[in-house]
Structures are given as structure tokens and as C-alpha cells.
């Protein structure tokens, strides 16, 4: 549906909106779902060479290496799908719903995912650096040591950075609750 029709729809309502103006209303969901979408490739590009990875060096034989990296992929993968099923339902009840009901299901939504995001993402979190750290030893004995500690430290301070950004992104999504919920 085109933002158009929808601030058209919403437009011909009640004038007393509780959240906001319909153009802002649309604003701010086109700017989350485009978040998700970013976390959704970014996820999917990271799982895509997870994978290549694991098809060009994991052997046959069921070690460490082989279940570092399938904790890796399926924490990822997990993460993909509850993105994908969280942007659905959030869209289709756009277009079901009027300003009011709508708002209602986003202090519903976003109840949701909070609880989500505090229960479900640090286990994915923690389920993919248990997976790292099983690669660890593997990468130790095949890697230079300069390599080794290379990927050592990128690593670390690629999860820190991933963590901070998934701790922003919660605490916007919890500031936007608590306005939700002031209206």
C-alpha cells in the first residue's frame, strides 16, 4: 500500500490521534522497517559466507569446528526468521487496522518484542559466541599466530560493536513503547 493511500485513509478519520500525525506515523514505521531490513541483510550476508566457510573447510567428521559453526549459522538464521515474521505482522495489521486499533496493537507489538529482544537475542547472541569460541582452537592451530590474533581481536571487537548496536536499536524500541504508552 502506498504511504499515500494510507495517510489518505487515516486522514479521513477522527482528528484526535492520539500518537501522531498520520505523514509521522509512516515516517517513523518506514525507518524501522528499513532497520529491520538492514539487521535482515546484514544477518543474511553474514550467514551466506558463514556457510561458504563451512562448506569449503568443515570436514565431514562431527567436531567442534563443524558445531562452532552450525551454532553460528542457526543463531543467525533464528534471528532472520524473527525479523521476517516480526515485519509481516506488523504490515499486515497496518493495513487492517485503523489509527486507533493500530495503535493499540503497536503498544501490543512492541510489548512483544522488547520481551523478545531481552529473552530470544542474548541467547542468539550468546549461542553465536559459544559458536566462535569453538572455532577458536581450530583457528589457533591452522592460522599464523598474527593471523589468529587477528581474528581473535576483530572478532571481539565486532561482537562488542554488534552488541551496542543491538542494545541501541532495543532502547529505541523501548523509548518508542513508553511514548506509545503516555498517549
Known amino acids: 500500500m502506498k504511504n499515500d493511500d494510507l495517510s489518505q485513509i487515516w486522514k479521513s478519520q477522527n482528528s484526535d490521534l492520539t500518537l501522531d500525525k498520520p505523514d509521522n506515523i509512516i515516517k517513523k514505521a518506514r525507518k524501522q522497517r528499513n532497520g529491520q531490513f538492514a539487521t535482515i541483510a546484514v544477518l543474511s550476508i553474514t550467514i551466506i559466507?558463514?556457510?561458504?566457510?563451512?562448506i569449503k573447510y568443515a570436514s565431514s567428521d562431527w567436531n567442534n569446528f563443524t558445531l562452532g559453526l552450525l551454532?553460528?549459522?542457526?543463531?543467525?538464521?533464528?534471528?532472520?526468521?524473527?525479523e521476517f515474521v516480526s515485519i509481516y505482522r506488523k504490515e499486515s495489521q497496518l493495513i487492517a487496522l485503523d489509527n486507533r486499533t493500530y495503535q493499540e496493537y503497536l503498544k501490543k507489538y512492541y510489548g512483544i518484542r522488547l520481551k523478545a529482544n531481552y529473552i530470544i537475542t542474548p541467547i542468539c547472541f550468546g549461542v553465536y559466541i559459544l559458536g566462535f569460541t569453538m572455532l577458536l582452537p581450530y583457528f589457533k592451530s591452522g592460522f599464523t599466530e598474527g593471523f589468529y590474533n587477528y581474528i581473535l581481536i576483530s572478532g571481539i571487537v565486532s561482537l562488542a560493536v554488534i552488541a551496542l548496536i543491538v542494545i541501541k536499536s532495543v532502547l529505541r524500541e523501548h523509548l518508542f513503547l513508553k511514548q506509545l504508552n503516555r498517549r
Open 49 to 54: 559466507i558463514l556457510m561458504a566457510f563451512a
Open 71 to 82: 551454532l553460528m549459522i542457526s543463531s543467525l538464521g533464528f534471528r532472520v526468521i524473527i
